[in-house]
């Protein structure tokens, strides 16, 4: 959570990695990359980013897929792991032959993917609690991502 503080306030942090006061266990993040293809980084055996790639099944976008995670540990941060997760991601969206790439990027993420060549297309908020006394109260979180494409 250290890498977006300057974008999110701790509160909203904690609202993004919780739900309603639960982490997001191992058989969350298991449900949530089913389906997809992972690509990780490593350094001295430990995780150090992670990226996932989400193929459409619907059939009006049989041809987009979704940059759904990417993930890069704070300390390796603007070391090149972000950008050679990506590449190794988009090679597969050539071999897919895919026409459009499409991601939910947060305000940390946002000039890297422009930087990729995608453009924002709306800005999202999306309400979140931190415990269920906050859901109770009426009182949540709002996250803040980009809606942003990749015409390919």
Known sequence: MQGSGEFYSF????????????????????????????WVAEADNML?????????????????AEVECLFVHPE???SGVAT??????FE???????????VEASYLARPFFEKQGFHSIR???HKRFLNAADKAQGQPQV????????AL
Request: zero cysteines; aromatic letters at 12%.
């Open 11 to 38: 509160a909203e942090r904690s609202a993004w990695a919780y739900i309603e006061g639960e982490i997001r266990s191992e058989t969350y993040w298991l449900e949530r990359l089913k389906g997809t293809t992972i």
């Open 76 to 78: 390796y941060a603007r």
């Open 123 to 125: 800005r999202n908020e």
């Open 48 to 64: 150090v980013g992670f990226i996932n790639l989400k193929v459409g099944s619907d059939s009006e976008i049989e041809a987009a």
């Open 84 to 89: 050679s997760l990506y590449f190794a991601l």
């Open 92 to 102: 597969q969206v050539k071999l897919l032959a895919l026409k459009r790439l499409t």
């Open 143 to 150: 996250l803040v991502n980009f809606s942003m494409t990749l």
